[in-house]
Every structure is written in structure tokens, then in C-alpha cells.
């Protein structure tokens, strides 16, 4: 049985994660509105915002299971911070790199979230929330790793399309 100061920590760091988890929404959303031509980049976005969304669902259960709820507040800023990062890159003439560069690192910041609140959870013994992030652990490593093999394609594929003297940077 967990202890009151693992509880605590333990219900921060879902409110924590479920606020991430809006943010990596309002990263992007944006950027997948804009994105031109890059179908595949366009494609893996599309596919991880439903993944993020089922994320979001899994710790809203977990909460719920232990009679808590996610915090709006967090929910809200972090929401806005992700917005005005994927404003910030639309500037660019490299657009799509700086996005993915992004998208990379944000991914291995929620990895190490999850692999966090695992510790937690088996530390404290809240054994029924374990399923549920390992699963979303899972979607982020999956993720990150499709990033992290595609850097060079991505790259390639814009020097290709400057060079033709077309839009490259969306």
C-alpha cells in the first residue's frame, strides 16, 4: 500500500502527464494543418494525435481510479506553451526540420515521463495504472523512434525540394 507522499507523487505526475499530453496536442495540430509536402510526415502525425488522444483517455482512468481528476489549470498553460512553440517554428525557412527536431525531443521528454511515473506506480503499488502506461509508453517509444529514423529522409527530401526550387519548408 502506498504511503500519502507517494500517492502525492504519484497523482502530480498524471496530472503532469495528461497536461503533457494536451500540449503534444497543441504542438501538433498546427504543424499537421500546415504540412504540404511531406505526406508521410503528415500521415505519422495524424496517427500519434489519435494516439495521443487515447493517452489522454488512459490517465483520465487512472485519475478516476483513484478518485482524482486531471488539473485544467496545467492542462490550459502547457496547452498554450505548445501552441506558441509550433507558431514559433511556422517563421522558419526550415519549418519542417525545426518541427521535427521538436517533435523528436518532445517524444524523449515524454518518454522519460513515463518511465517515471511506471517507477512510481510500482513503487507505490498501484499496480491497475501499470497497463495503461506502459501502453502509453509504448505509443511515445514507437514514436520517437520513427522520428529518429526518418531525420535523414526528412532532411534529403528538403534539400531536394529547395533545390527544384519548390516550397520545402512545409
Not at 75 to 103: M, Q, R, W
Not at 142 to 163: C, D, G, I, P, Y
Request: proline content about 1%; aromatic content about 6%; hydrophobic content about 45%.
Amino acid at each position: 500500500m502506498a504511503d500519502n507522499e507517494t500517492r502525492d507523487v504519484f497523482i502530480v505526475g498524471l496530472r503532469n502527464a495528461h497536461a503533457m499530453e494536451n500540449q503534444a496536442l497543441s504542438i501538433m495540430k498546427p504543424q499537421l494543418s500546415r504540412i504540404e509536402n511531406y505526406p508521410e510526415v503528415a500521415e505519422k502525425l495524424r496517427h500519434h494525435i489519435t494516439e495521443t488522444e487515447g493517452q489522454i483517455r488512459r490517465v483520465e482512468e487512472i485519475l478516476a481510479g483513484l478518485d482524482e481528476d486531471h488539473s485544467t489549470l496545467k492542462d490550459v498553460a502547457l496547452s498554450i506553451t505548445g501552441s506558441i512553440a509550433a507558431l514559433g517554428h511556422t517563421v522558419a525557412g526550415d519549418e519542417i526540420l525545426k518541427n521535427s527536431f521538436a517533435n523528436f525531443a518532445f517524444e524523449n521528454y515524454e518518454i522519460a515521463a513515463y518511465k517515471s511515473l511506471l517507477t512510481v506506480a510500482e513503487a507505490g503499488g498501484f499496480m491497475a495504472a501499470v497497463a495503461g502506461l506502459k501502453t502509453n509508453l509504448a505509443e511515445e517509444e514507437a514514436m520517437a523512434s520513427w522520428l529518429a529514423s526518418h531525420v535523414a529522409l526528412l532532411t534529403q527530401k528538403f534539400l531536394s525540394l529547395r533545390e527544384s526550387g519548390r516550397t520545402a519548408k512545409v
